[in-house]
């Protein structure tokens, strides 16, 4: 690694501001047209190495899908369709297409028969910030629901993926986030990425906030993390690391009182809000979280659901709620080597905001009673971890590195797409 690298890694990782490259550049080139030329030169490698593995993951995904035939024989919505394209928006993705064609209407419908519902499902489980930018996508384009939902996660991975770039650039260097870039389009769960789903979306948010923070952008990274709350509900983790992190600048007045003390007040009021808003609407104040509960079964047990789900997983007994063989097996081996990615990324010495949202994110992942397979799916949004392997790869030789990302760029069309799809519930 070069020294202007270890430079910045330091400071990033002590907490010290930190000058992004683009701003160094910035500084040499003076003019528009030169500080875009920088910037290309900054992203464009990443973004480009990211957007090949992810060509060829989806490629591969797509022949299976016609190999199989599975999907012309599933219920439409339900990993079915017309065409092997038409799965990307199945599932979540007919919740977000109804959503942006029809909007909301918060309901509590009890339903009566079923052992793991008690209440109809309702759109207002989806939280707004997806659906409305494909509204706003639809506007302008006259695409319809479908393709606004694929044209908004794209372009949403590929701002997730100049973020993860950047924040492992101030870590490890230029090929520390070259190799990040590329790590996240080939983790598991990344088959959504590219799909009728808010993931890459929200990803994208979390990790410009999170440089925000890195680069002591104070209210940037609070107006971020408000943003990000109107898109999940696992927000919560990027609002816990931008707050403490705030507050951590607060009390040793690093960067004055103003700037933090506002990130800390701003980030909590859009998932608040849209909470608030479904109870409202709904005639009570706890209705989203029994609409997750009710009709998703989806709730906080800490971590009982998983346990006793790995316990079956590996003595070979299915008979569990909602068991997929292969993505469980799936989980099981990312939960295998979760131990491992977290002892590289505490190599890379990242900063505590880099922590504590990883920490939260894990923790949220696996504290709650869900569809275990999709696990690789929940912890997507954990992004340092693929950044502090990206940092130990980081003097790998460039050959080496390719023959080494060659088989997961195939492979991916199949553990991160197909078996997600169609061998699972996404």
Known sequence: MSTASSTASSSAGSGAPVAPAAERSEGRTGSAPGRLRGLVDRFAPALGAYALVKAIGLAVFLMLLEHTGDYLRKQTGRGGGVHAWDVLGTWDGVWYQRIAENGYDPKLIPLHGFPLATYYENSSAFFPLYPWLMRLVGAVTGLGPYGCGIVVSVAASLVAAAGIFAIAELLGGFRAGVIAAVVWGLFPGSGVEWAVYSDSLF???????????????????????????LNRPTAAALIAAVSIAALVALVRRTDGVARPLTAMLITPWGLVGYVAWVGWRMGDWGGYFKLQRGAWNRYFDFGASTVRTVLDVITGHWSFWQSNPVPDLIAIALLIALPGLLVLLWRARPPLVLWVYTAMTVFLALSSNQIFGNISRYLLPAFPLFIGLAVALRRVRTSSLIGLFAMPAVAAGWYAGYALFELGIP
Request: charged share 5%.
């Open 203 to 229: 990803v994208a948010l979390s990790a410009w906030a999170c440089y925000c923070v890195m680069t002591r952008r104070w209210p940037a990274a609070g107006l971020l993390a408000l943003v990000a709350g």
